[in-house]
């Protein structure tokens, strides 16, 4: 008798999604409660990859800690640079030089379609493609080439200094530069052919996962996931830095805020971002590439500042609270994924196993970035 | 412009303070100060106003803690912060019924600060495991726990 009131009360069950699951990109637990084959209740839990970063700030110099940027999200960590480089350089009051600037953008941009690159390998293989993995490896593979003879590394970069950059760009990096933007070019129609007309990803992502535009406001979202809701928001745009404002480019955005969306965004945010690179190439100023009054010992007066950059991912927000001393007080790292993922339980309701995974891996997540 | 629409809708809540920001030196439009009973309030008219909540985090001044709040708007530029002097060991009243997305950062803050937030719908530890008994971005926490 007991045993048949157990099992109509318990009508769901619980699953554990990770922490060692290859869907969920490194090492993110979700805890899930199930109807059937239907989701009722998704409850992320982070915090495996924490690793202090913000702890780690207030007890080493501004110098010491620029390393560390490049260990939140590994994967466009030169937007992390820029983001702490830019804080710190309005607290000391320096402006890097005018190629420095433009250096930053391209290997930024970069950086940003190699994150992007990477995004479509691994989230197809989500979705059970294999090959277009080895497609845009092997045009990843370019970038980090051209990546590692300016800054010394294939991953983890810690290029940018306060005031500029440490090494130039030479005539093999800009001519490689040209050639990976025609290759990149060349590829798309690939792409297209392989996956965007793929009728088994166009039914496995339309309608799936939709984020609203009330979402995005009440949970901050930022990034491809924003934007594929339809909403123009993108900082290089909104709030120009560094020489952003001189070249011109597009903000691709969606209209239904599906998975699709997001992909297209992130498809059509590699073209812009090598039309920047092609027009940074053009453009490129000659003159030094490091600010000439750096202090080589950074002791900002007191004060604080908030610096917001577009990662790939979204908003990198970086707020310094400044006491006059060589150590920061208190750094706080605003990342994108942390507020992206939030949403999630959300998102997550009512779908099935095989959508949840669709629908984190169209997050875009690294949780490296997330558990800091 | 969207700084005035913001100054103009925060005036009736009487604030300590509701002053231009100089957005060169630190990246703020608009600087507010409040009382943490407050917050709630000044979260609800932000929301109105169309601005998102793009972080959420403690200082721990050693008496007391500032709570920073920093809003934006994703067709403006506009960047507001709001600082709340919180005594130790006060609670803050919470902001996650305004800003879903406030949930998250509002446990980030309890779990490395130890901040109590009335109203939160799941104050639990977010990063840190939950057998832990430190907040480690406390200037009181003595450092590596293994030492």
């Known amino acids: 008798m007991e045993m048949i009131t157990r099992g109509i009360e318990e009508k769901t069950y619980t699953l554990n999604l990770g922490p060692q699951h290859p869907s ?9 409660e199930m109807d059937g084959e239907f989701i009722t209740k998704a409850d992320p839990d982070i915090g495996y990859g924490h690793r202090a970063h913000e702890h780690m700030a207030e007890n080493r110099n501004y110098h010491q800690f620029l390393p560390n940027l490049g260990r939140l999200d590994y994967l466009h960590a030169l937007a992390y640079n820029h983001g702490y480089c830019m804080a710190v350089e309005k607290l000391i009051g ?9 250096i930053r953008v391209i290997t930024n941009e970069l950086n940003r379609i190699a994150s992007h690159l990477l995004w479509f390998g691994a989230y197809l293989l989500d979705l059970g493609a294999f090959t277009p993995f080895l497609y845009c490896f092997d045009d990843r593979e370019n970038i980090l080439d051209l990546l590692e003879r300016v800054t010394g590394s294939r991953l983890t970069y810690c290029y940018y200094r306060f005031g500029g950059v440490p090494l130039d760009i030479d005539d093999d990096f800009i001519a490689g530069a040209r050639a990976f933007v025609k290759r990149l070019r060349s590829r798309w129609s690939d792409y297209d052919n392989l996956v965007t007309k793929n009728v088994i990803f166009i039914h496995r992502t339309k309608d799936v996962g939709v984020v609203t535009k009330d979402q995005c406001l009440q949970y901050g979202l ?10 123009p928001y993108d900082i290089r745009k909104v709030e120009p830095y560094s020489a952003y404002p001189l070249f011109d480019f597009e903000i691709p955005v969606g209209q239904n805020g599906d998975i699709f969306d997001r992909y297209m965004v992130r498809l059509a945010e590699m073209e812009q971002s090598l039309r920047i690179i092609e027009q940074a190439l053009d453009k490129l100023p000659n003159g030094p590439i490091m600010a000439e009054k750096v202090p080589k010992r950074v002791k900002p007066a007191e004060g604080e500042v908030y610096q917001a950059v577009e990662a790939a991912r979204g908003e990198f927000g970086c707020y310094i609270v400044s006491q006059g001393d060589i150590k920061p007080y208190r750094i706080k790292l605003r990342v994108p994924c942390f507020a992206n993922l939030s949403v999630f339980p959300e998102l997550a309701v009512d779908t099935l196993v095989a959508d949840l995974v669709a629908i984190l891996g169209s997050i875009d997540l690294v949780i490296p970035e997330i558990d800091r | ?10 005036a009736p809540l009487n604030l300590e303070k509701v002053a231009d920001g100089d957005y060169a030196k630190t990246g703020y439009h608009l600087e507010v100060a409040a009382q943490p009973e407050q917050m709630p309030q000044v979260a609800q008219t932000l929301l109105d106003t169309g601005c ?3 972080s959420l985090t403690a200082v ?13 708007n994703f067709f403006e530029l506009c960047r507001t912060v709001v600082h ?3 005594p130790k060991p006060k609670g ?9 997305g406030a949930n998250w950062y509002e446990r980030e803050v309890f779990d490395m600060f130890g901040i109590h937030f009335f109203g939160h719908p799941d104050l639990r530890r977010i990063l840190l495991p939950d057998t832990v008994d430190y907040h480690p971005l406390l200037k009181s926490f003595a450092g590596d726990p293994w030492k």
């Open chain 2, 92 to 100: 803050m009243p919470s902001i996650s019924k305004v800003y879903p």
């Open chain 1, 24 to 32: 969920t990109h490194g090492v993110l637990r979700v805890l899930l």
């Open chain 2, 1 to 10: 412009m969207l700084q005035d629409k913001i100054k103009a809708a925060l």
């Open chain 2, 84 to 86: 709340a002097a919180l």
């Open chain 2, 60 to 72: 721990d001044l050693g008496e007391s803690f500032t709570m920073v709040y920093h809003f934006a």
């Open chain 1, 94 to 102: 320096v402006a890097p030089p005018e190629r420095a600037e433009f």
């Open chain 2, 52 to 54: 998102f909540l793009e």
């Open chain 1, 222 to 231: 930022t990034g491809p996931m924003l934007r594929g809701s339809g909403i």
